[in-house]
């Protein structure tokens, strides 16, 4: 199997049987595990052992941590908090959005994010994805504002990255704030410009799968001295409410200089399985790229699905049996069309965000920083799996 040059399906045997339905699974070993131990991370947690600064409130490793974000993403103020999910708070609080006010997001993102609106007491205003990809649509920001519009919210989602050249132009012909969520696609680039540089406040998340890990954290960035006053304020409980360790801190530092030949390997693996995956029955790519420099760094490689009711396929029958094989295949988020009205305000029917909802497949991004032969055996199986005619009776 994974020989260049052949058909990928012949490759797997003419007589193969999918795990699900019996088979001999086609990587027993499971996916690849992430985070992966590079020396780097080990002499930092050295460092900081030796050091005695693993068990200390603050220290250098904070400090340096804070510089570099500062420094890669063009930013005067970096906030480093305890996840993700309360950097988006931490950042909506920090650009003074306040209960009955109204922030605009995607009817298909992070479920955290719609929370973290709620949280505060806020109203969240879907709008739809642009055609064939995961990008909110900016073409809808106007039908959604109102002046109790206070910040749109905007991910970049899967291998998309959002246009923010469009949201910002708009937000700021409005006076809305972006709060821009890079947690997906940390050191990407958007129109040429590294992704976290973008927004009014823009958020990062070190949670355990993310590109950068140390298991949980978060940091918010922002050029604007007022929103990290107020989020410092928010984050002030007699002492740090939501913060990060120093050990945290000493096992992300080290990534930062691993992370762009990383994510240059997973923008080739992403290629490759792409190329293998072409016509494909029932799987899409979709056409993601807002922009021509726009580069995505692929925490989760995104396909559309298409069911086929003759062949008895759909997205959850392909997840299954690609995980039988030891594929880290995942659905995509459940999106928020289906949300009743009281808790939020809905632009149209969303139909691209519900279509999302319910075709994407995620790959975890691991596998994807694998050799070549393996890739083109990941690309192999999910074409027969896609390609299968499935029982009726599964
Ligand atoms: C993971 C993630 C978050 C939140 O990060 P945590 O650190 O896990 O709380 C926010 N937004 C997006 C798009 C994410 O993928």
Redesign the pocket.
């Given at each position: 199997m994974g020989t260049d040059g052949q058909d990928e399906r012949s490759e797997l045997g003419v007589s193969w049987v999918p795990a699900i339905l019996g088979g001999t699974p086609c990587f027993p070993e499971g996916p690849p595990t992430w985070p992966r131990n590079s020396e780097g991370v080990r002499a930092a947690l050295e460092q900081v052992w030796r050091d005695g600064d693993w068990g200390r409130y603050e220290g250098p490793w904070g400090r340096r941590l804070c510089e570099r974000l500062a420094q890669i993403h063009n930013v005067e103020q970096v906030l480093l908090c305890s996840?993700?999910?309360?950097?988006?708070e931490l950042a909506l609080r920090g650009l003074g959005v306040v209960a009955g006010d109204e922030v605009i997001l995607a009817g298909y993102?992070?479920p955290?994010?719609f929370r973290a609106i709620e949280a505060i007491g806020a109203r969240p205003v879907l709008v739809d994805l642009a055609a064939d990809g995961w990008n909110l649509d900016a073409g809808e920001l106007d039908a959604a504002y109102s002046p109790r519009t206070k910040a749109v919210l905007v991910?970049h989602?899967h291998r998309s990255m959002a246009p923010l050249p469009l949201i910002q132009a708009w937000a700021h012909s409005r006076g809305v704030q972006v709060l821009e969520?890079a947690?997906?696609n940390p050191g990407g680039r958007v129109a040429g410009r590294v992704a976290g540089s973008w927004g009014d406040a823009s958020?990062l998340?070190?949670?355990g799968s993310?590109l950068l890990t140390a298991g949980?954290?978060?940091a918010v960035l922002t050029r604007r001295a007022d929103v990290f006053q107020r989020m410092k304020i928010s984050n002030d409980r007699g002492n740090l409410a939501y913060p990060l360790s120093e050990l945290q801190a000493a096992a992300i530092v080290p990534q930062l200089d691993e992370l762009s030949e990383l994510s240059e390997r997973r923008r080739t693996g992403v290629e490759r399985l792409d190329r293998a995956l072409a016509g494909a029955g029932g799987l899409s790519r979709g056409d993601s790229m807002a922009h021509p420099d726009d580069a995505p760094t692929f925490?989760k490689a995104s396909w559309f699905v298409e069911s086929s009711l003759e062949r008895g396929f759909h997205r959850e029958r392909l997840i299954t049996a690609a995980r039988a094989e030891g594929i880290a295949l995942d659905a995509g988020f459940r999106g928020f069309a289906g949300r009743g009205g009281q808790r939020c305000r809905k632009i149209g029917g969303l139909p691209r965000s519900r279509r999302a909802a319910e075709q994407t497949v995620l790959l975890h991004h691991p596998v994807l920083l694998s050799d070549a032969g393996t890739l083109d055996r990941v690309a192999a199986v999910l074409r027969a799996l896609v390609e299968f005619h499935w029982p009726s009776t599964t």
């Amino acid at each position: 199997m994974g020989t260049d040059g052949q058909d990928e399906r012949s490759e797997l045997g003419v007589s193969w049987v999918p795990a699900i339905l019996g088979g001999t699974p086609c990587f027993p070993e499971g996916p690849p595990t992430w985070p992966r131990n590079s020396e780097g991370v080990r002499a930092a947690l050295e460092q900081v052992w030796r050091d005695g600064d693993w068990g200390r409130y603050e220290g250098p490793w904070g400090r340096r941590l804070c510089e570099r974000l500062a420094q890669i993403h063009n930013v005067e103020q970096v906030l480093l908090c305890s996840s993700g999910t309360i950097a988006v708070e931490l950042a909506l609080r920090g650009l003074g959005v306040v209960a009955g006010d109204e922030v605009i997001l995607a009817g298909y993102d992070f479920p955290g994010n719609f929370r973290a609106i709620e949280a505060i007491g806020a109203r969240p205003v879907l709008v739809d994805l642009a055609a064939d990809g995961w990008n909110l649509d900016a073409g809808e920001l106007d039908a959604a504002y109102s002046p109790r519009t206070k910040a749109v919210l905007v991910s970049h989602l899967h291998r998309s990255m959002a246009p923010l050249p469009l949201i910002q132009a708009w937000a700021h012909s409005r006076g809305v704030q972006v709060l821009e969520d890079a947690c997906q696609n940390p050191g990407g680039r958007v129109a040429g410009r590294v992704a976290g540089s973008w927004g009014d406040a823009s958020v990062l998340s070190f949670g355990g799968s993310k590109l950068l890990t140390a298991g949980r954290g978060g940091a918010v960035l922002t050029r604007r001295a007022d929103v990290f006053q107020r989020m410092k304020i928010s984050n002030d409980r007699g002492n740090l409410a939501y913060p990060l360790s120093e050990l945290q801190a000493a096992a992300i530092v080290p990534q930062l200089d691993e992370l762009s030949e990383l994510s240059e390997r997973r923008r080739t693996g992403v290629e490759r399985l792409d190329r293998a995956l072409a016509g494909a029955g029932g799987l899409s790519r979709g056409d993601s790229m807002a922009h021509p420099d726009d580069a995505p760094t692929f925490y989760k490689a995104s396909w559309f699905v298409e069911s086929s009711l003759e062949r008895g396929f759909h997205r959850e029958r392909l997840i299954t049996a690609a995980r039988a094989e030891g594929i880290a295949l995942d659905a995509g988020f459940r999106g928020f069309a289906g949300r009743g009205g009281q808790r939020c305000r809905k632009i149209g029917g969303l139909p691209r965000s519900r279509r999302a909802a319910e075709q994407t497949v995620l790959l975890h991004h691991p596998v994807l920083l694998s050799d070549a032969g393996t890739l083109d055996r990941v690309a192999a199986v999910l074409r027969a799996l896609v390609e299968f005619h499935w029982p009726s009776t599964t």
